[in-house]
Every structure is written in structure tokens, then in C-alpha cells.
């Protein structure tokens, strides 16, 4: 007789009544409503006319794009979201490429000192940005980058925290795809570029996004750097609106939410990367 | 095609030494087989070859030239790694055409040694397909052909078929080994299985703790070890090793055996003396289960402990008076576990080994 084959606990319990699982459910159900309302404000609020911008009501009376055609139609809005755009694709291209060089050289090649500069690197994420500004804006005063582009970007052209991920995630990619490449007779460059880079996307896309998002709402230091309207980044910008005149909310959060286009954007673009970039990040510790 | 010759090759990593001054020459076109345990600087000692180790002492030289500072590139060998080395995000073309990356053929030519080169390793169909989609032997298969296409003057494999399974492997052994016969590009190949150093090498090299214990032909080495470890470790199952004594009376000496009180005739010019210990080494197919012969005198009578039925012959494992052996037991004839047995071997199929510096003696 053929033996019985019971269902394993995991089975049996599916649709069991699970207090654990009721209470995750809740705690989860509420961070996402503390996290969504805020967003759901805000379109809200883009929709509605002046005055009907403090009566909290979720949907408005009467909704209307108007708010947003009077954003585009201002020159410095399309100017300053521009601005954002360019800093934050540049200083995202200059992470990818520079943390993962850097990254790579400290997991893949041994050499005198290599752990000292390690450690080197790391410290500097112990310092507060706060403290940092000072020292940042001397020297961008001495090289003359105040009210520049390239002084809104230099600061963030290479991170710490880019090169810790990239070294850590360089240092699971197996040492025989590199040596196969040097037998094969590729350069360090080449073996970086054609082999190591692909077999890290998930970590690049991850740190891609986490810079590109930085960089877009990156308000603090493009608010000292700046001077000229011209120059403001969006966030900077947006920020204007609210001590020019009167605080024009409806307007901020219009601008507000134009600006998350290009986020949600990318994160769409490069979700899938992510999840298993946040995943491998926290699995390496 | 090219000789490497070894010449008191050393690695030391830091102060402790890992491969201690070896000498090997491979000839042009010769199959090479490194064999040891993990540890032994098998593996080692081909990295070295290949310029992915630097060289703390001696020197490696390929078709006469000393090598020790030539980049990997520059020596023109291909290696095929233990776990296939082949880029997941390339197909199956561009990994083969990858060896090919920094060639000044042209595109066309490439192409065509590309095809060439698929063709000879049965990857025409899979040419499109990502390492992902492909079998462990399909992988395989393509990093040889990655390392095939651009001609190299050697192949140097690590361990390539230890991720396969049984079946595999045994298949990919022939593959590789018709692969040589049809290139007739010398190769070093390093593994940890005796099997399949048998099977594919002109030559093997048995390596212990970083030193060469013996070279030879794989019937060489089955035929005429000169220690322990090369008898244990050439040959499936290991060979059984029985401790005895030397007794001198009169000149004429014997090995008793402690287990059986066996007494077995030395040959004169073996070097040991009265007293001494000794290890009478038989191969588990040489010893047989079945009703001793008349004149023979390795007959000894054990207790079975476990069969493992093969087929055409049975494994027996017994307790020969306190010493585990293997014996073999022909065609249907198993006996039980709790029998007892008499084992018999020929004569001339013993070893003598000297039980403290483990070096072979003598054939009895």
C-alpha cells in the first residue's frame, strides 16, 4: 500500500487564521498611507485654485489643469527643471563611472595601502553634509564655481557611499571571468568595462537611481552655490515661489508634481534592477 | 603547438612556500595530467603557467623562452576555468568570439572562425543563446571553444568537469580527449580525479604538499608506484594495504602479515631489514573472493562486511583480522554481509611499502 502523503505545515496553514500575519498587514497598510497621502495631497492640491487650497478637502470641487499650464508657460520653471536635469544626469553618469572604477580597483586588486584608503573612504560618510558646506563653498569661492554648474555638481561627482557599494557588490563577481579576459588578452580597462560593469547592473542601476533621485531633489547646497535664477535647480526654484509674494502652494505643488515625472521615470525604467540591487546590497551587508 | 618545461619552479605566498621548486617538462603536443589532493599546488602551479601567479622562484618556459614576466596575453595560451568562466551577458557567439577581441583578423574572419569553431564543438544551433539557457556541458563546451578559436600554443584546463555530473563528465573526458587527439595542441589539465587522469593523460603528475611525487604514463603509475600516496591514489577502489613485519631468519625473509599471520616471501633485493614495518599493498581487483589454488600464497580469510554489487562484479569490503580491505567478488557470485570469506591474490601483484617513509620497496 502506497504510504499516505500528508501536506507540509506551510500548506496546511494557508488561510488559517494568522495573528502575525493580520498584524504585519496593518503596520504595512499604514506606513504605505502615511507615505502615499502626502503624494495624494499634492496632486490634489495642483488641481485646485487658490482658493481652495486650505480647505483639505482630498478631491477638488472643481479640478483643473490651469495650475499647470501656467507652470509650463513660465520660461523659469521649464529653466530651472533643465537645471535639474542636467546636474542630475551628469553627476549620475560621473558616480557610475567613478565609484565603480574605484570600487572595482579596491575589491579586484591588491596593493599597498588599499585598506587604509578603503577606510579612508568610509570615514568621510561620518561626516554631516552641514559640516562639509563650509569647506565646499571656500573652495568653490577660491576656483571661482560659485553661481556654476559645475560648482552645484563637484561636490557630488564621487561618493562614498557609491564606491562602498560598488566595492562590495565587484567583490562577488568571480576572479576567473576577469583572469579569462587577461588570458584572453583584454587591458584592465577593457577587462572593467566589457566584463566586470555587466555582471554588476543590478548594483549600478540601484546606484544610479539612488544618485540620479539625490541629485534631483538635492536642495541645501544648490540654494548656497546659486546666486542667479537662472541657475536655480528646480527644487531651489520651486522654493521661490513660496517667499516671493504670497505662498502660492497650488503653484509648488504643481511644480511639485511635474518634478516627479522624470523620477518615477527612471525608477520605472530601472525598477527591476533595483529590487535586486536593494536585495543583493543588504545580503553582502 | 609548444613545449612548457618547469625548472625548479617555486610560489610562496608571504614566507610559507606552496609549491617547492618542481621540475616538469611537457612535450609539444603531450596531454598532461596535474593530480592531487586540494591543496597539493596543482592548481597553483598551472596559474603560473598561465601568468595569473607571479613566480617566486625558478622559471616557466614555453617553446624555449623564459616567460616568468610575460603578461598572461603574451604567452599565448588559453585556459578553460573550473567554473566555465563564460560572460552571462554575452551569447553563446560572443563568448567564443571573445577570444578573438583583441585579434587584428577581420570581421569576416572572425566570423568565420567562429562558425568554424562551433561547428567542430556542435554549438552551430546554440550560437544565439545565453550561457543561461544552455546545459552545464553546453557551458563547457563553449568556454573551450572561447578558449579554441584563436589558436592557442597550449590549453591549460582547472578542473573543468568537476561542476558536471557523472554522466557528463564521462562524456565531456572523451570529448576532450578526441579534441586533443584532433588538434594535437599540447594541453595541461588539472584535476583532482584519479578517473580522470587515467582516462585522458599521455602523462600524469602526482603532487602532494607542493612537491612532484612521480611522473608517468597512467599504467606506469597503476603499475609501479613509488610510494603510498601514488598507490592510493591511482586506482578505483584504493588499494588495500595490509601491515606486516619483516622477519630475516637466515637470509631468507618474509613479511608476516599481523593480520592472518600470513607469511609472504621478500625478494633479495628489497631494502629492509629484520624487524622492520612494513605495509603488503593488493589492489582490490587483484584480490579475489573465491576457494584458494593450489601453490598460492596470498590466501587470507576475512568476515564480509558490506557488497556493493557492480554488475559484472561485486565490491566486497571484509575485516581481514582488524584490517578493512576491498575485495572483488566475479560475475554473480555476492556473497552476504556476516559471511566468511577466502580471498586469494597472484603472485606478483603485491607491494611492499616501507611503513615510515612510505616509498615502495619491492613487487612480490
Known amino acids: 500500500m502506497a504510504p499516505q502523503i500528508t501536506l507540509s505545515g506551510r500548506s496546511m496553514a494557508r488561510g488559517a487564521f494568522r495573528p502575525g500575519r493580520i498584524v504585519a498587514w496593518t503596520l504595512l497598510l499604514i506606513g504605505g498611507l502615511v507615505m502615499v497621502t502626502p503624494l495624494l495631497f499634492m496632486l490634489s492640491t495642483s488641481l485646485k485654485d487658490a482658493s481652495q487650497v486650505y480647505d483639505l478637502k482630498l478631491i477638488p470641487e472643481s479640478p483643473s489643469f490651469d495650475n499647470y499650464w501656467t507652470v509650463l508657460s513660465d520660461g523659469r520653471f521649464l529653466r530651472w527643471f533643465i537645471n535639474s536635469l542636467v546636474i542630475a544626469v551628469t553627476v549620475t553618469l560621473s558616480n557610475v563611472f567613478f565609484d565603480s572604477l574605484v570600487g572595482y580597483t579596491l575589491a579586484k586588486f591588491q596593493f599597498r595601502g588599499r585598506y587604509v584608503i578603503f577606510i579612508a573612504i568610509l570615514s568621510t560618510l561620518m561626516i554631516p553634509t552641514e559640516m562639509l558646506v563650509i569647506p565646499w563653498y571656500l573652495m568653490a569661492s577660491t576656483f571661482g564655481w560659485v553661481d556654476t554648474y559645475w560648482g552645484i555638481m563637484f561636490p557630488g561627482m564621487m561618493t562614498a557611499f557609491g564606491t562602498f557599494l560598488m566595492k562590495q557588490f565587484f567583490e562577488t563577481v568571480p576572479d576567473e571571468f576577469l583572469e579569462a579576459a587577461r588570458v584572453d588578452g583584454l587591458n584592465e580597462f577593457t577587462i572593467w568595462w566589457r566584463v566586470a560593469m555587466p555582471l554588476v547592473t543590478p548594483a549600478l542601476s540601484a546606484l544610479a537611481i539612488f544618485t540620479f533621485l539625490g541629485n534631483w531633489t538635492a536642495f541645501f547646497w544648490p540654494l548656497i552655490v546659486t546666486n542667479s535664477r537662472e541657475l536655480y535647480t528646480l527644487p531651489v526654484g520651486l522654493s521661490s515661489f513660496a517667499v516671493e509674494q504670497a505662498i502660492q502652494w497650488e503653484m509648488i505643488m504643481t511644480g511639485a508634481s511635474l518634478a516627479t515625472i522624470p523620477t518615477l521615470i527612471v525608477f520605472l525604467l530601472l525598477q527591476r534592477y533595483i529590487v535586486r540591487g536593494v536585495m543583493l546590497a543588504g545580503l553582502k551587508g | ?364
Open chain 2, 1 to 364: 603547438m609548444a613545449t612548457i618545461a618547469l625548472d625548479g619552479l617555486v610560489k610562496r605566498y608571504g614566507k610559507t612556500p606552496v609549491v617547492h621548486g618542481i621540475d616538469l617538462h611537457v612535450k609539444d603536443g603531450e596531454f598532461v595530467v596535474l593530480v592531487g589532493p586540494s591543496g597539493c599546488g596543482k592548481s597553483t602551479t598551472l596559474r603560473m603557467i598561465a601568468g595569473l601567479e607571479d613566480i617566486s622562484g625558478g622559471t616557466v618556459s614555453i617553446d624555449g623562452h623564459v616567460v616568468n614576466e610575460f603578461e598572461p596575453k603574451d604567452r599565448n595560451i588559453a585556459m578553460v576555468f573550473q567554473n566555465y568562466a563564460i560572460y552571462p551577458h554575452m551569447s553563446v557567439g560572443q563568448n567564443i568570439g571573445f577570444g578573438l577581441y583583441t585579434s587584428k583578423l577581420s570581421e569576416t574572419d572572425k566570423k568565420k572562425r567562429i562558425a568554424e569553431t562551433a561547428q567542430m564543438l556542435g554549438l552551430e544551433a546554440l550560437l544565439d543563446r545565453r550561457p543561461a539557457q544552455l546545459s552545464g556541458g553546453q557551458r563547457q563546451r563553449v568556454a573551450i571553444g572561447r578558449a579554441m578559436v584563436r589558436n592557442p600554443v597550449a590549453f591549460l584546463f582547472d578542473e573543468p568537469l568537476s561542476n558536471l555530473d557523472a554522466q557528463l563528465r564521462a562524456q565531456m573526458r572523451i570529448e576532450i580527449k578526441k579534441l586533443h587527439q584532433r588538434l594535437g595542441t599540447t594541453i595541461v589539465f588539472v584535476t583532482h580525479d584519479q578517473v580522470e587522469a587515467m582516462t585522458m593523460a599521455d602523462r600524469i603528475v602526482v603532487m602532494r604538499d607542493g612537491h612532484i611525487l612521480q611522473v608517468g604514463t597512467p599504467m606506469e603509475l597503476y603499475d609501479n608506484p613509488t610510494d603510498i600516496f601514488t598507490a592510493r591514489f591511482i586506482g578505483s577502489p584504493t588499494m588495500n594495504l595490509l601491515p606486516a613485519t619483516i622477519r630475516d631468519e637466515g637470509g631468507a625473509r618474509t613479511a608476516i602479515l599481523k593480520s592472518g599471520r600470513l607469511s609472504l616471501p621478500v625478494p633479495a633485493d628489497a631494502a629492509v631489514s629484520h624487524g622492520a614495518d612494513v605495509l603488503v599493498g593488493v589492489r582490490p581487483h587483484d584480490l579475489v573472493v573465491d576457494e584458494a589454488e593450489a601453490g598460492q600464497t596470498f590466501v587470507l580469510t576475512g568476515e564480509v562486511s558490506v557488497v556493493e554489487p557492480l554488475g559484472a562484479e561485486t565490491l566486497v569490503h571484509l575485516d581481514l583480522g582488524g584490517t578493512p580491505a576491498i575485495a572483488t567478488a566475479p560475475g554473480r557470485a555476492i556473497p552476504r554481509a556476516g559471511d566468511s570469506v577466502t580471498v586469494r591474490a597472484p603472485a606478483g601483484s603485491l607491494y611492499l611499502f616501507d611503513a615510515k617513509t612510505e616509498r615502495a620497496l619491492c613487487r612480490m
